[in-house]
């Protein structure tokens, strides 16, 4: 079976410890998160897990599986890099001595479309949005430069389609609590 990057996405209320249920899910089977971000979704009181992870498609559904089996799981999908837009964030501290000193740093920074979010005397804090590997060949780079810190945000990701999944998912929950009642 081929391995290749898959992003789920899980979609909960904010329930204290699921991030660890979800987190040991991956770990029984071996699997290494490669990143991570959670914050509040589209729907009031409905927080959007995005986790991404090396594996084949078969193991990436059992997971997927496993994570709607948590109580807390509202409901959980497997995507493909093809199905989804993304984009992470990168921060990279480098010595305010340096780019002003060095020419060539300027072009680095423009030539990767990244920007400067604060100068001191000491240091320039650079940011670089784009994937994961644009935002390493930026670091690459600036390591000549005597980076002080580099940070990169795990991956945000919306879905190319047209329909919102779990908004159809709420739904019909809804309905279904209707009619029971």
Do not use: W
Not at 16 to 37: A, D, H, K, M, P
Not at 77 to 88: A, G, R, S
Not at 152 to 177: C, H, M, W
Request: net charge negative; glycine share 2%; aromatic share 8%.
């Amino acid at each position: 079976m081929e391995k290749q990057l898959y992003t789920v996405t899980v979609f909960s209320e904010n329930q204290v410890g699921l991030l660890n249920q979800i987190s040991i899910i991956f770990t029984r089977r071996c699997l290494n998160i490669e990143s991570l971000s959670v914050s509040p979704s589209s729907i009031e009181g409905v927080h959007k897990f995005t986790i991404t992870c090396y594996s084949d498609r078969v193991m990436m559904e059992k997971v997927v599986q496993q994570i709607e089996k948590r109580i807390d799981v509202l409901k959980s999908f497997l995507y493909t890099d093809e199905e989804i837009v993304y984009q992470e964030v990168a921060l990279y501290k480098v010595p305010t001595e340096r780019l002003l000193d060095e020419t060539q740093l300027e072009v680095i920074i423009r030539r990767h479309n990244a920007r400067i979010l604060e100068i001191t005397r000491e240091y320039t804090v650079i940011e670089k949005t784009g994937h994961s590997d644009e935002t390493e060949a930026l670091f690459e780079e600036l390591k000549h430069y005597d980076i002080r810190q580099f940070v990169r945000s795990g991956r945000v990701a919306v879905t190319k389609s047209p329909v919102e999944y779990v908004d159809l998912f709420i739904e019909q929950q809804n309905r279904r609590k209707d009619i029971a009642e």
